[in-house]
């Protein structure tokens, strides 16, 4: 099948739909129910543009008389890697960046994972059971790639009390746990956060990189993919920000509310061929790192936040250009911080690239450091992006009659109250709405709390950041340079 059309995407969706709840009831045919008909447009149109003439050779590759999305493409030069990644902006400028879990995200980390399906052949279980750990996942990565199949996942156990342990919770399956091993595979039980988009085919429960247990082996300790509407296996959703309104009032909450939801598992049976690892808690906790999943999911990552730093560059010099407000200092410093923030981000990408090497399994893989500066700098700095719009705005981010109101009695006197410098009352109400959307409404706060944590907790981002960053040869510099300089420059080392 390989790369697949919109369309295809919708009739699978309807075919075999995910087992999702919104307000209490089931959703029978996501493509049709009022809060994911849009969200499953837009992830349809997605896939329309990997057929598009003028972009078919940037969004996929061949390889064996078939065409396949290029985020499931093995990089093996660096030219590799620079094709993924102008791949990963033009599906994120379709969003402006704002829909967080494309397919393309999970595609980078079931790549990554299939090659190096080595990993998880260390990987052993006691008992008759004897998986190929290895082969599951490479078969998995090809799996998806043939079929180009929509993924979400889930890494986190619920919320209960982080002071505890799993394994001390007042049931021992509130968080995802193996119950038993079957001769048809493995059953589980409890629950995962936070499965952002869950409109997908399938759902990928890969370790969590901060398991945290007593022992080297565990029951918490897993990795898996299984279908969305597999036996025994519900997401419930949040409140959907998707509220039925005029795409020109909600220019983004109407389009991509990709959904979040918690994963409930009622012993679920996972077949022994879709299990990539069991029980092992180092195992678990090294599998991101280990295969370099992680580095080649940041790479997706700061693409897409390129695009949607464009996006807020975008929309507030097209605030300042149509109230006529560009004159003023104050108003260039705002641009320009989003200026720096941009071009921070994008210089960053470049870095990955440039310094990108083949890892041990053959794949050319973004320099880390870059990548972990972008990790932990975004979501430092998410927070200005929005402020710098409602200072741009100001009032005009609240004063918005709607699409309705201006078609209705008090239209003429909207389109000449509200009319702008340099735009007509019912472009500037359009641009307006979509600042709002960026920053004010639901969407947009969800938004900004999502980014906060996009990539986890802020503070475990900086000490695993302080841990792994090779610091000795700045300290050798300080330490050569100050033995340098307790001698009198001329002076020999004997004198």
Request: charged content about 25%; hydrophobic content about 40%.
């Amino acid at each position: 099948m390989a790369a697949i059309t919109g369309q295809q995407f919708l009739d699978r969706l309807r075919k075999n739909p995910p087992t999702l709840y919104i307000d209490g009831q089931r959703v029978e045919d996501p493509t049709t129910h009022p809060a994911t008909r849009n969200m499953c447009r837009s992830l349809a149109g997605l896939y329309d543009l990997q057929h598009d003439p003028a972009l078919r050779d940037k969004l996929t590759y061949e390889e064996g008389g078939e065409r396949y999305p290029m985020s499931l493409m093995v990089p093996r030069t660096k030219e590799d890697l620079a094709r993924i990644g102008e791949a990963h902006r033009i599906r994120a400028n379709s969003s402006l960046g704002f829909l967080g879990r494309a397919p393309d995200y999970m595609n980078a980390n079931v790549m990554a994972a299939g090659m190096g399906a080595e990993y998880f052949a260390r990987c052993e279980v006691e008992g008759d059971h004897q998986p190929d750990f290895a082969g599951n996942m490479r078969r998995y990565y090809e799996y998806v790639r043939d079929h180009d199949l929509c993924l979400t996942h889930a890494l986190t156990n619920p919320q209960v009390n982080r002071a505890k342990l799993a394994s001390e919770l007042p049931d021992p399956y509130i968080a995802l746990g193996i119950v038993e091993e079957r001769e048809d595979g493995v059953v589980l039980r409890g629950a995962r956060m936070m499965a952002t988009l869950p409109i997908a085919d399938e759902l990928l429960v890969f370790p969590s990189t901060v398991l945290k247990e007593n022992a080297d082996k565990s029951r918490y300790a897993m990795g898996f993919a299984i279908p969305t509407n597999a036996p025994g296996l519900s997401f419930q959703c949040r409140e959907p920000f998707d509220v039925g309104r005029d795409p020109e009032d909600h220019p983004l909450g109407s389009r991509f509310d990709e959904q979040d939801a918690f994963v409930i598992f009622d012993d679920v049976l996972v077949p022994w061929e879709r299990v990539f690892l069991l029980y092992d808690v180092n195992l678990a906790n090294g599998a991101y790192a280990a295969t370099d999943a992680v580095l080649h999911m940041a790479y997706q990552v700061v693409n897409l936040k390129v695009a949607k730093t464009e996006a807020f560059l975008g929309t507030a010099q097209s605030i300042v250009n149509a109230i006529g407000s560009g004159g003023f200092q104050h108003v260039q410093s705002k641009v320009a911080e989003i200026i720096i923030i941009l071009e921070i981000m994008k210089a960053l990408e470049v870095a990955a690239v440039a310094g990108a090497t083949v890892n041990e399994y053959g794949v050319m893989t973004p320099a880390r450091g870059p990548l972990d500066a972008a990790r932990n700098y975004y979501p430092a700095v998410y927070a200005r992006l929005p402020e710098l719009l409602q200072l741009l705005g100001a009032s005009g981010i609240i004063m918005m009659p709607s699409k309705a109101d201006r078609e209705g009695p008090l239209g003429p006197q909207i389109q000449k109250y509200l009319q702008a410098g340099n735009a007509s009352a019912e472009d500037r109400l359009k641009l307006f709405r979509l600042a709002w959307d960026m920053s004010m409404s639901s969407f947009g706060g969800r938004q900004s709390l999502y980014e906060k944590f996009f990539f986890g907790d802020p503070v475990r981002m900086h000490s695993a950041l302080y841990e792994v960053y090779d610091k000795g040869p700045y300290v050798e510099r300080i330490r050569a340079f100050l033995n340098r300089s307790a001698k009198p420059e001329g002076v020999a080392a004997d004198d």
